[in-house]
Each structure stands twice: as C-alpha cells, then as structure tokens.
C-alpha cells in the first residue's frame, strides 16, 4: 500500500493535476516553514557552524534520486587527482539505527544505510553517518585526521553545517511540476540563477531547468559478478556483452528503476523487468521461479550476500558516470587554491 501511493505521488509531482492540487494547502504551509527557517540563519538567530576544513555539499532540490550518489564518487575521484583526502558524511536514509558510524566496508548495510555503504565501497574514502551532519563530520575528522576536505551527501538544506560550495543535481524531471512538498517534488523552490558558490549538473540528456550547468556522461562501463563484486573486482564491458545472449531479469531498488532499464536495452540486452521500491532491503530474493541470470544495480548489491544467491548467476552493471572538464575546472575554483595539510 504505502509502495503504491508513493509511485502515484511521484506521478503528480510531474503535472499539476487533481492530487497536486489538493495537497497545495501543505505545500503553502510547507514553504512559509522554509522561508522562515531560512531566513533565521541568514540572520544569525540560528548559528551555522563551520568545520576547520572546506566542505562541498553535493544534493539535490528534489526529493527522490536524481544522480546524487554517482556525482558524489565522481567528486571523490576528481578530488583525489587534484591532490586532496576527502571524507564523506551522509545521513543514511533507511538505516535502522540512530548513533554516528564510521563506515566499514563490513559494516551491515541495516546499520549505515545503502548509499553510505555503497560510497565507502566503491568511493574508497572514509564515509561517517549521522542525523546531525555537524556531528558526523567532526567525528569523521577526529576519526580520520588525515582527511582535508568533507563531502556532504545531499544536505543541502541542512544549513546548520556551512559549506564552501555546493553542487545542485537535476534529472530529467528539472522541478517536476513546479511546486514543494507535498504538492510536488520540492524541496526548496528552484531559484533564478545558482546560489552563490554553487554549479548545477544536469544528470540528464539535456537541462531540465532554466539554470545553467553542465551536463553528466551517464552510461553502463560493464558488468561483474557478485561475488567477484563484493571482492572489489571492476565491472567488464565483455561480461556485460556476453549478457547479450540470455534471458535476463533485470531487478532495480531504485528512485528511477526505468532509467536502468532503458541503459540496458541500450546495451542489447533482452530484460525483463523487476522493479522495486528505493531503498529496498531484499530481506527476501522474491525473484521468479526459473531465473537464471539476475542484473542488478550496485546499490541493490550492497544488500545482497553472495551466498544467499545459490546457483543463481547474478551480475552487478556499474554505471559510467563522468563530468566534463569546464565543470571540473569550475568545482575547484570554489574550493581553496591548494589542499589543506597535503599529505606527505
């Protein structure tokens, strides 16, 4: 029930029509709280607080995923070659438990939620999760000292944590109807132009906004067992071909699961098509009788132990995400001209 009228609230959030309308009276009420939240920070009667190392948030204006988590490994991977260490702090959405972690690669994925595990996993920085992220990124510094730069994973409108720039990530479906939660999609209203020390990256084939930005090179790099996955092997372009030839179930836990979807058809694949709610705990493999092959996403991996799978074949597709280099000169140009205490 609840997985239903999540799906239909995501399809009135696209036009303006008879849900969206009756649900306008929360949204007014919704964006009176924003603006009177947001202006007692820029006021000072609520204190931000500031880290003693930059912080990029990465997230984006509307609620479901919109590409945030592939950006923020595109970040981390960007800010490796330019010389810096970062960390990551999260929220954890989904996680059944409240305390500050410090993200192993074993940690359950109960505990620290998918896309935290999934970024400590395949990011290869320290990732810290937390409610507050004030707290998780001074924990995550006192953990690991040698970090010089925190990635905020969305938090964008959590302003209690000062930031030095911000990177605003749109879809295809841009501000979807136009209007916030819960009549539409938003968050926050879209703005005329960037805020400051901000960049806009469209995860899409075109802009979906009128603001300017770059755009994301979205595809699959291949295809990789899940055992041999989990054991930190790289997807193949090969193994994904030989896929080509089978009948293959095509299961997705995701915000966009049609997304995945078209990317492998665009590949050549023959898919049928298994859907399932974000941030699906796959307590229980519900996949049909006489499934051979299964292809899955990588946050869908983190929760699948290889050894619950039996004989089943089971392939992780990773995703090819890239950002161009204006975009990458332009990121930098935000953040400090040299890394703070570079490693030695």
């Avoid at 009177?36 to 003693?52: C, F, H, I, P, S």
């Avoid at 920085?125 to 040698?146: M, N, T, Y």
Wanted: aromatic residues 6%; proline residues 9%.
């Amino acid at each position: 029930m609840a997985d239903a009228w999540a799906q239909r609230l995501q399809q009135a959030w696209l036009r303006r029509g008879v849900l969206a309308w009756a649900l306008l009276p929360l949204a007014a009420l919704y964006g009176l709280l924003w603006r009177l939240r947001t202006t007692l920070y820029r006021r000072g009667v609520l204190a931000t607080q500031r880290l003693d190392v930059p912080v990029l948030v990465v997230g984006n204006l509307v609620a479901g995923g919109a590409g945030k988590t592939p950006t923020v490994l595109a970040v981390l991977e960007l800010l490796r070659r330019r010389g810096w260490q970062p960390g990551v702090v999260s929220r954890g959405y989904g996680r059944r438990a409240d305390a500050l972690i410090d993200v192993q690669p074993d940690t359950p994925v109960m505990q620290c939620g998918d896309e935290p595990l999934l970024l400590r996993l395949r990011g290869g920085s320290p990732v810290s999760v937390g409610r507050d992220r004030v707290a998780a990124a001074r924990s995550l510094r006192q953990r690991h000292p040698e970090v010089n730069i925190v990635v905020c994973d969305d938090g964008l409108q959590h302003l209690r944590l000062a930031r030095d720039a911000q990177v605003l990530v749109f879809d295809e479906r841009g501000g979807g109807n136009g209007w916030l939660l819960p009549a539409g999609p938003l968050r926050e209203p879209v703005p005329e132009q960037p805020p400051a020390r901000s960049l806009v990256l469209y995860n899409a084939a075109a802009p979906s906004t009128p603001l300017p930005g770059s755009l994301a090179r979205r595809q699959l790099s291949g295809a990789v067992a899940l055992a041999d996955w989990w054991r930190g092997a790289r997807a193949r372009p090969p193994l994904l071909d030989a896929l080509r030839d089978r009948n293959v179930l095509a299961v997705a836990g995701v915000a966009r699961p049609q997304r995945f979807f078209a990317m492998l058809r665009a590949h050549g694949l023959r898919i049928t098509e298994h859907p399932l709610p974000d941030h699906h705990d796959y307590a229980r493999l519900d996949w049909p009788t006489g499934t051979t092959d299964v292809v899955l996403t990588e946050k869908d991996a983190v929760k699948i132990d290889p050894g619950r799978v039996g004989t089943l074949r089971v392939w992780v597709a990773a995703l090819d995400f890239g950002i161009d280099p204006d975009f990458e000169s332009a990121l930098m140009a935000l953040l400090p001209g040299a890394p703070v205490f570079p490693p030695n």
